[in-house]
């Protein structure tokens, strides 16, 4: 079996690193940046046409999308997924749309595009405000559910403590004052083996922007 993973730089594409590393599965790293025009050779384009990283090659399958890479990991090595049809897993689930929608997509995505790349997208004073003000609503639900847990989902690690993570650094980059046990969670998860090989990866180089 042989796995490739194409990306790295960003808080997405650390999450596929550090799931392949808590599962102590071997692969091979191609370190590409986002925004560096690698995502737009013909040979990434032929993976994923969305010319988006992270990209997980597994045999001849190729899967596109951090969480469902993620998710696709634990259900098939175990250790990051609850069962399928469980309680737990149907909080797995919840975690993870939320992560991806309130936190990612909604609120902190639309902070870089009208923030950081606003040269590309435009300057959107009214949607800059409008996201912080949503991430800062939005976070408080994982502020309350997190309360006296060491893990998101039950009693244990699974994928959804490496999205959430992703998202709390991002928030902790766009300098939004995380709740103490927010920033506790993040610091005990960083402190994680498995996180730190693959932070010091998937940092090794650098986004084009
Ligand atoms: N929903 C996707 C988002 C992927 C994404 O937006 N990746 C960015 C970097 S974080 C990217 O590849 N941007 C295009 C580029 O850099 O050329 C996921 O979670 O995997």
């Known amino acids: 079996m042989t796995i490739t993973v194409w990306g790295a730089a960003t808080g997405r594409t650390i999450r596929v690193h550090w799931a392949l590393h808590e599962l102590g599965l071997e692969y091979e790293p191609k370190l590409i940046g986002s925004r ?26 190729v899967l596109t999308e951090s969480a469902a890479i993620v998710t696709y990991l634990g259900d098939k090595h175990g250790m990051l997924t609850p069962e399928p049809g469980s309680r737990e897993r149907a909080r797995y ?3 993870t749309s ?6 990612d997509a909604h ?4 902070i870089r595009r009208h923030g950081d790349l606003a040269k590309l997208y435009g300057e959107a004073p009214e ?4 996201a912080r003000d949503g991430f800062t609503k939005q976070i408080t639900w994982a502020e309350k559910r997190l309360e006296h847990k060491e893990y998101a989902v039950g009693e244990s690690f699974s994928g959804v403590d490496i999205l959430l993570t992703s998202c709390l650094d991002w928030a902790h980059a766009y300098k939004f004052e995380l709740a103490d046990n927010l920033n506790e969670y993040r610091a005990k998860l960083h402190e ?18």
Not at 40 to 47: D, G, H, K, R, V
């Open 36 to 61: 560096t025009g690698e995502t737009q050779e013909a040979t990434f384009q032929s993976l994923n046409s969305k010319e988006k990283i992270p990209v997980l090659v597994d045999d001849d399958f």
């Open 93 to 95: 689930n919840e975690w």
């Open 98 to 103: 939320y992560i991806l929608m309130e936190l």
């Open 107 to 110: 609120t902190l995505y639309i």
């Open 127 to 130: 949607a800059l405000r409008a």
């Open 192 to 209: 994680r083996p498995a996180y730190k090989t693959a932070a010091a990866l998937n940092f090794s180089v650098s986004a084009g922007a």
